[in-house]
């Protein structure tokens, strides 16, 4: 429950290469989520830019996870401040 609100963040928050916003707007991208929020990327066979829209697909999956291990370091440093201060 706790990744999906993650995700839910990051995905909401975290910026789109314009390559791959132009592609997404003109139909030659489309993406899919998985039940457990996997998401991937079609590109259609006529896209004529695919391989900067590759290149831009990489880059978002490279801040997704900069942000989640961001978000996630950062929580467990507050949760290990917190048992800190209970315990004392």
């Known amino acids: 429950m706790v990744m999906k ?5 990051i995905d909401r928050h ?10 997404l707007r003109a139909g030659t991208v489309r993406i899919a989520k998985s039940e457990s929020g996997e998401v991937a ?3 259609a066979p006529h896209c004529r830019n695919a ?8 880059k978002r999956n490279t801040w997704e996870l900069a942000a ?5 370091a950062t929580v467990v440093t507050v ?5 800190q201060q ?3």
């Not at 975290?14 to 592609?23: E, H, I, R």
């Open 5 to 9: 609100l993650l995700h839910g963040l």
């Open 14 to 23: 975290l910026p789109m290469p314009a390559v791959l916003a132009a592609a």
């Open 41 to 43: 990327y079609f590109i």
């Open 51 to 58: 391989e900067a829209v590759k290149k831009a697909i990489a």
């Open 68 to 72: 989640t291990v961001a978000v996630s």
């Open 79 to 83: 949760v290990v401040a917190v048992v």
């Open 86 to 88: 209970a315990t004392r």
